[in-house]
């Protein structure tokens, strides 16, 4: 299992926040590959904390579907399967589809400026190769939007979904540039949308952004 040494965190966490956080990007851009056997103790010694914050950020990350526990036995990173990840975004879908068509009543100038930043950052990340930074950007656009739209509810469930399907989108995002340039004409679609407050053509155009991974699907498996 071979562990990265060169690689940078967030400050001001806790041991068992900045250990999640790497894990969950070591998992996500594929540092850890699926299937790979974990070690606690070599990861404890890698991020210089104790056995206890990679026990507890095991146990969250199992929650969150990137590894599975085998009691007494071990514990391996999940696999990706092509039938969960279509089963994921269409709920996933569904629900920032109509997040979007609600943004469009609650949407005010302030909200245009702060989705035309952040989707100015995408696209710096993505010229610049920077993928994993990227689809960060990328994933805050969209909850921008979901906080837009004012409902807990499917903030709650978007946030569940989103966790479990990170490790595809970030495959998704490593294809040829020209495809995640588009998403950033699509984010600009969206936000012109919001804008105008035309609600049809929000939820339309976010249904056609966050199915676009979805269409090449069959080239990644």
Not at 102 to 128: D, G, M, P
Request: proline share 4%.
């Amino acid at each position: 299992m071979p562990i990265p040494t060169d690689y940078t965190t967030p400050i001001r966490l806790s041991a068992k926040e900045r250990t999640l956080t790497q894990l969950q990007k070591w998992i996500i851009d594929g540092t850890l590959q699926p299937g790979e056997k974990l070690n606690d103790t070599a990861l404890a010694v890698a991020l210089g904390v104790s056995r206890t914050p990679i026990r507890e950020a095991f146990q969250l990350l199992e929650v969150q579907g990137l590894i599975q526990t085998f009691p007494g036995k071990e514990t391996r990173v999940t696999t990706l399967e092509k039938a969960d990840i279509i089963k994921l975004y269409a709920p996933l879908t569904a629900l920032h589809t109509l997040a979007a068509e609600l943004a469009t009543v609650n949407c005010q100038q302030e909200h245009i400026e702060q989705l035309r930043a952040i989707n100015a950052s995408f696209n710096k990340h993505v010229k610049n190769e920077q993928l994993y930074e990227a689809m960060e950007f990328d994933e805050k656009f969209h909850e921008t939007i979901l906080h837009i739209a004012n409902n807990q509810h499917i903030l709650t469930f978007c946030s569940s979904l989103q966790m479990h399907i990170r490790r595809y989108k970030y495959i998704f995002i490593k294809r040829p540039n020209w495809e995640s340039q588009a998403a950033v004409a699509d984010h600009e679609a969206i936000i012109d949308a919001l804008e105008a407050r035309d609600a049809e053509a929000a939820a339309r155009l976010m249904k056609h952004n966050l199915m676009r991974p979805i269409e090449h699907l069959d080239k990644m498996f």
